[in-house]
């Protein structure tokens, strides 16, 4: 490799970076800093598939990204992240299905039961079950059936990224899934 064609891929490279990291800074003004490899695919369009993925990971390598689960990462210079980020990422996890906060995680925020799960949080969807651990906490996906007029008027609509459980849909969770329910309170 000559001295010039170094200095010209560095160049290229690190205007390439800049650039990425401006459109993920414009991202970021209007609250969104979680992206899937499409969502990376559509932003980047001019660059082919061999050479976003390159990019990508050398945004990683870099600092600027967070892989958080296979195909999602989380721009790391966001200022719009919050408190609700992992369910920011399960939300992006199971785009296009169904999902509520439910089971231990709902029951806990209710007082229902005596234990509260840290770092863990426990979501109905109608996609795949499964279990994520992210660098910001643990995801677990449980598998319902139920259709989603159901599940609609069985959650809240809150300030949060996903709806919430209402008591009796918890409970109830709880219970279809065969759950440990000796955590209930009697009270409840």
Avoid: C, W
């Avoid at 010209?8 to 969104?32: P, V």
Wanted: glycine residues 6%; hydrophobic residues 35%; aromatic residues 10%.
């Amino acid at each position: 490799m000559t001295y010039k064609y170094a200095i010209n891929h560095y160049l290229r490279n690190k205007l390439k970076k800049s650039d990425a990291i401006k459109k993920l800074s414009e991202f970021d003004k209007q609250g969104r800093y979680i992206f899937t490899m499409s969502d990376f695919a559509k932003i980047f369009f001019d660059d082919t598939n061999r050479s976003l993925r390159a990019g990508i990971s050398r945004l990683i390598d870099d600092g600027f990204l967070i892989r958080v689960a296979n195909g999602i990462f989380i721009y790391a210079l966001a200022q719009s992240k919050g408190s609700d980020t992992l369910e920011v990422i399960a939300k992006t996890i199971r785009r296009g299905e169904y999902n509520y906060v439910s089971l231990e995680s709902a029951l806990s925020e209710y007082g229902i039961i005596s234990q509260i799960p840290v770092g863990r949080l426990t979501i109905m969807t109608t996609g795949r079950s499964g279990e994520y651990k992210t660098p910001f906490g643990t995801i677990e996906f449980t598998h319902t059936k139920r259709d989603r007029l159901d599940i609609l008027k069985n959650t809240m609509k809150t300030d949060r990224s996903l709806r919430f459980a209402t008591k009796n849909t918890a409970l109830r969770d709880l219970k279809r899934v065969g759950r440990n329910t000796h955590l209930i309170a009697e009270e409840a």
